[in-house]
């Protein structure tokens, strides 16, 4: 048996910030950090985060006044930021900028009384968190999953019409849904594609190109994550038998019968450890050293707020002064 890496694959720039400002709450305030909702969607990282004393809340007014909140990496509505401020928490905004700059779009939107539609999954944090964003009672933001939902769809003003979509979507999918609404709305406008930002994009590819050599493919994440279950159906799409496992525990050994190449990719929130569990024990049932699938070079990296940054540094060099 041979194993093929995806590249690329696992931690996406919006998870590394959001992990390192969380990492860094840690060291710099002695108090409870709360995460509203989890951080990111990976069973591994909660779990490193919650044996270190980190409380998972979503409400908050589950929590007490003047406590440190983090705000997920998948953002949230202005209500949840108006709650925060009421109860002078302080807020550490983990919200991915590319969310952020959704939230900025319906944002403009909302103060024009724009209808907006919004293409992503009910009931996801991010688009809880974007439909948030609009909050003018002139407007409205509809949210439409799929194209039938355009069929059932009717707006008050068809000329005056914005879109904006979730950031980890199927690229194929949420290129037709466009298509249809460009079609029975003309006038609407939008993003130049759309917003799925450029991880889900990458991994979508490299798993479109992994399909293609390997008789399995294994898709490291959790089961909430959006953008891994998104890469555990384009698998499928293509033919190929793809399982979604948080870690080598889910392994079945009958999935390699008659199995020569085994494809793995991660969901852009499974941290490359559990890459490296999978493979050992691939080795350990009999598969070959692993090949490094050649893919596009990711070179963005997110800045962590200002805020946690200079904190920081005073730490950093009272600790440099104590040496
Ligand atoms: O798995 P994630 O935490 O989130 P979704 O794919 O479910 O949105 O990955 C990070 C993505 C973001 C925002
Ligand atoms: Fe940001 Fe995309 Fe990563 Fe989500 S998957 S955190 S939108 S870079």
Not at 90 to 119: F, R
Not at 279 to 296: H, R, S, T, W
């Amino acid at each position: 048996m041979n194993i093929i890496l995806t590249n690329p694959r696992g931690f996406c720039a919006g998870v590394k910030r959001a992990i390192l400002i969380v990492k860094n709450a840690l060291k710099i305030y002695k108090k409870t950090i709360y995460i509203k909702h989890e951080l990111v969607h990976n069973q591994h990282v909660i779990n490193e985060f919650r044996q270190q004393g980190v409380v998972f809340i979503e409400e908050i007014s589950e929590i007490p006044d003047y406590s440190i909140i983090v705000f997920s990496a998948h953002g949230v509505s202005k209500k949840v930021v108006q709650e925060s401020i009421k109860k002078k928490l302080i807020i550490l905004n983990a919200t991915c900028p590319l969310v952020e700059k959704v939230h900025i779009e319906v944002s403009k939107s909302s103060k024009k009384g724009i209808e907006t539609i919004l293409i992503g999954h009910k009931g996801h944090p991010e688009v809880e968190g974007t439909i948030g964003q609009y909050n003018n009672k002139k407007g409205k933001i509809y949210l439409i999953e799929s194209i039938e939902d355009i069929n059932n769809l009717s707006v008050k003003n068809d000329q005056k019409l914005n879109f904006v979509t979730q950031t980890t979507l199927s690229i194929t999918n949420t290129k037709n849904i466009i298509t249809t609404l460009k079609n029975k709305f003309p006038k609407i406008s939008g993003p130049n594609k759309e917003d799925i930002c450029y991880a889900t994009t990458n991994r979508q590819m490299a798993v479109r190109k992994l399909s293609k050599i390997v008789d399995i493919i294994l898709v490291i994440g959790s089961k909430n994550s959006s953008n891994s279950n998104r890469l555990v159906e384009l698998g499928k799409e293509t033919g190929t038998v793809t399982k979604l496992i948080d870690s080598f525990v889910d392994i079945k050994k009958k999935w390699f019968k008659n199995i020569n190449y085994i494809g793995i990719t991660a969901g852009a929130s499974a941290p490359e450890i559990l890459v490296t569990e999978v493979v050992q024990y691939l080795q350990k049932i009999g598969a070959n050293k692993p090949i490094e699938m050649i893919g596009i070079r990711e070179k963005k990296v997110f800045k962590i707020p200002k805020k946690i940054l200079k904190i920081k540094t005073i730490l950093d060099n009272m600790d440099k002064n104590n040496e």
